[in-house]
């Protein structure tokens, strides 16, 4: 009894240490760098997706907005401190997820904690990528490629066709999600918006083109990720990329794609706003 006792009372501690470490002042500060990191990347992505709406080329998704930035003169500076800002935002969202909304009924914690946890992928997600470049071994040349062939092999597996007509239909769904909060600007609830006006207003712009932009983006990918699986064409499965490309091809594609572009280039601006007024 007595050493079950002592067990519960360090694992509980450790509870308490842990909960400290992820609510602290100085993790806080690098968390908040994590969300200017995402923006500097959208900010890429958009300039990118420009360039190939003029004619030009380039990897217009994630990977080729850190190949991006690993060009720079201070490029592999750039990448570590994106990265740390990054794994930072990771250990903040993982305590969310873990120690936070308690207080709330029970459907709406199960709904706050699951966003932290997803949070917590997509900033790992991004973590490994830059950490990939920042030791030499990431490349944008072969992205699309990869995502065939990760797609050609979840198809391959039992049940890989439904699961990806699945991904990309929740994809689909959460681009929708992301415009609906970007026209309604419900957004703002999570900043702790400035006193002027016009600072206001221009915080609130960016977040509707931005949150509109990257919700167009996420429908298109995920329609794209689902159309290639039920035509059973995963070659035409090549991500964010391949889904931007492919808007260009279309009547009017290159403005379309410039106008995405412009957005996310917004989206990306809006991000680095949110590092400074974000309620953590």
Known sequence: MHKGTTIKRELRQAADA??????SHALEVLARAGFAASGLLHFLVGAIAIRL???????ADVSGAVAE????????????????AC?????????DAIF???????KDKALKKGKAAGQALVFTMLALTLASFAMGTGSDEDNSRSASDLTISVMQAPGGVALLVLVGTGMAVAGVVYAVRGIRKSFEKHLRLPSSPTARTAVSALGVAGYVAKGAVLLLTGLLIAIATLQAHPEDST????????????P???YLLAAVGAGLIC???YMMVRARLARM
């Open 18 to 23: 842990a909960e400290d470490v992820t609510s």
């Open 53 to 59: 709406a003029m004619g030009g080329n380039g990897s």
């Open 69 to 84: 930035l690993s060009s720079q003169p201070a490029g592999p500076l750039l990448l570590w401190s994106s990265f740390a």
């Open 87 to 95: 794994a930072a935002l990771v250990l903040w969202q993982v305590g």
């Open 100 to 106: 936070d909304f308690n207080y709330l009924p029970a």
């Open 239 to 250: 991500g964010l990329d391949g889904g931007l490309k492919a808007l260009r091809d279309q």
């Open 252 to 254: 009017f594609g290159i």
């Open 267 to 269: 989206y990306g601006l």
